[in-house]
């Protein structure tokens, strides 16, 4: 079986949330399709380095086990009172109301030290290409 590192040599590394029950509620609800996107601040984005729409990310676990490979399709700049039904839907988290989303991350980014509702974000759009 060829390794995940020759089959995508240039991958990035993701694991979801911050905290390891976090890593592994979101990682899940990736495998299974329900969580098709994701949301980060504008700074952690360029803190981590840019990611390009087709590229591929390693989802990892708590446990640093990897779960699926997966492919940005869009990504959107928008700020943190910007989010909508859809997006908030496709995050998969919670109920998936813009309601909870906005609950969540604001307690999300407040843990960051980054939330403001004019705060800059990028929502990730991808799909999982392949199941690990």
Same mark, same amino acid.
């Given at each position: 079986m060829e390794s995940i590192e020759n089959k995508y040599p240039k991958a990035g590394r993701w694991v979801f949330g911050d905290s390891p029950e976090m890593n592994d509620e979101l990682a899940e609800l990736v495998v299974k399709g329900v969580k098709t996107a994701t949301t980060c601040s504008f700074d952690s984005y360029c803190t981590y380095g840019p990611?390009?729409?087709?590229? =591929?990310?390693?989802?990892? !676990?708590?446990? !640093?086990?990897?779960?699926?490979?997966?492919?940005?399709?869009?990504? =959107?700049?928008? &700020?943190?009172?910007?989010?909508?039904?859809? @997006?908030?839907? &496709?995050? #998969?988290? #919670? *109920?998936?109301s813009l /309601?909870?989303?906005? @609950? !969540? /991350?604001?307690?999300?980014?407040?843990?960051? #030290?980054?939330?403001?509702? *004019?705060?800059e974000m990028v929502v990730f759009e991808f799909k999982v290409i392949e199941k690990l």
């Open positions: 990611e390009i729409i087709s590229s =591929h990310n390693v989802v990892f !676990d708590s446990q !640093d086990n990897p779960i699926c490979v997966i492919r940005i399709m869009t990504m =959107h700049l928008m &700020k943190f009172s910007e989010m909508t039904e859809e @997006l908030a839907w &496709k995050e #998969g988290e #919670g *109920d998936r /309601h909870n989303w906005q @609950l !969540d /991350h604001q307690s999300f980014f407040t843990r960051e #030290g980054n939330f403001s509702p *004019d705060m």
